[in-house]
């Protein structure tokens, strides 16, 4: 990263399950680091925390919750990390996220509860600069290798989170970038699609961290 006042820059990336996000961050974080930037990657939910484990085992149906109770556990699973996402960006380090606040918005709104209560426990949460929303049909995506493994992978479900996704998208904004990239194309076109968006990023971006919907 270049000197002077810069931080580094908050990625996310978001999308139905099967949309290629995992892929497509390993690749971002191969040619990031390629490109000589300092960077981290994180992916929500983060399973290996005390309240993640909670949630890896609900979304394998191996328990129960209340749709409000895992809700709000995904929302403290980004909360218990904000500070040192905050902290990584402010010592020049890029931030790449698989998944964040706006899955907690989709996941939750979709399974019906209202969308504003959705967005409540995010608000102030450290916002990207950018996010990526890889956009794929719920048909093409029930088509690929492992789909079907975790609770939420059913295409009706799958065709309401996109539907929230949209909205998300339409509502986001100028400030904090919400970007559409076709994830039905082929998965090199993908990648290039999004080395275009974040390269212009890797140098770092100018003022503070700001802050989710406030
Ligand atoms: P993953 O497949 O990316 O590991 O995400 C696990 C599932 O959890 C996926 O179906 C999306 C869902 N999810 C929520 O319902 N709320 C959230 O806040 C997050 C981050 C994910
Ligand atoms: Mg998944």
């Known amino acids: 990263m270049s000197a002077g006042n810069k931080r580094g820059a908050f990625i996310v990336m978001e999308g139905l399950d099967r949309s290629g996000k995992s892929t497509q961050a390993a690749r971002l974080l191969e040619r990031l680091q ?6 981290k990657l994180l992916k929500f939910p983060d399973r290996t925390t005390g309240i993640g484990i909670t949630i890896d085992s609900y ?21 218990e990390l904000a ?10 380090s890029t931030v790449l996220c698989d998944r ?10 979709a399974k019906g509860l209202p969308y504003e209560w959705c967005r409540a426990p995010d608000i102030s949460l450290p916002a990207p600069d950018v996010t990526i ?9 029930k088509q690929r290798g492992g789909y079907g493994e975790e609770r939420y992978e059913k295409e009706e479900m799958q065709r309401m989170v996109r539907e ?16 559409v990239v076709d994830a039905g194309q082929d998965i090199d076109l993908v990648t290039e699609d999004i080395w275009r968006i974040v390269e212009p990023l890797v140098s770092g971006v100018l003022g503070p961290v700001t802050r989710l919907w406030e």
């Not at 390629?34 to 960077?39: F, K, M, Q, T």
């Not at 964040?100 to 709104?109: N, V």
């Open 34 to 39: 390629r490109a000589d930037a300092r960077v």
């Open 59 to 79: 979304l394998r149906s191996e328990s129960e919750l209340d749709d409000r109770a895992i809700h709000l556990l995904f929302s403290a699973n980004r909360w």
């Open 83 to 92: 500070s040192s996402i905050e902290e990584s960006l402010r010592a020049g």
């Open 100 to 109: 964040y606040a706006f899955s907690g918005i989709a996941f939750s709104a």
């Open 133 to 141: 929303f890889l956009d794929i049909t719920p048909e093409k995506a």
């Open 164 to 179: 929230v996704f949209q909205r998300i998208g339409s509502e986001t904004s100028r400030e904090q970038r919400w970007v």
